[in-house]
């Protein structure tokens, strides 16, 4: 059966602004940017952990009828597409600061919770992004 999740996708309205978010704010690292032809397969990963991708996928064909891709762009703009994210991390503080420093901007500051240290934040297209530092 399974042995791993190798890839997550979440939808995203512009790849290069994407790109510029995800790896120039956030510190991922481009694992794959190949143009299929009908679509661009373009993933990043944290660096050092290329066996975990996410697919920065914009939505259209031929996944999606492009009415269908039409209505969860529309979806995406609202920030209604239910795509998420969670990272660790070793210091969730510290980190907060280094991407406030960067210009992200933040939905929640870094809070104790029960399992640790997190906080929140949402990429350009509305996906909803958390980061921890588990206890």
């Known amino acids: 059966m399974f042995n791993a999740i190798t890839h997550s996708q979440i939808y995203v309205l512009d790849q290069d602004e994407a790109l510029d978010f995800y790896v120039g704010k956030l510190g991922l690292e481009v694992n794959a940017d190949v143009d299929l032809g009908f679509m661009r397969w373009l993933t990043v990963n944290v660096p050092g952990h290329p ?13 999606l009828s492009e009415e269908t891709a039409q209505q969860v762009r529309e979806l995406v703009t609202k920030g209604a597409t239910g795509g998420s994210l969670i990272f660790s991390t070793d210091d969730c503080r510290k980190t907060y600061e280094t991407l406030l420093g960067r210009g992200v901007e933040f939905t929640e500051e870094p809070t104790e919770r029960p399992y640790g240290i997190d906080c929140g934040l949402r990429d350009p297209f509305g996906n909803n992004i958390r980061f ?4």
């Open 51 to 63: 066996d975990r991708q996410i697919l920065l996928e914009k939505p259209g064909p031929p996944a």
């Open 132 to 135: 921890t530092q588990p206890v």
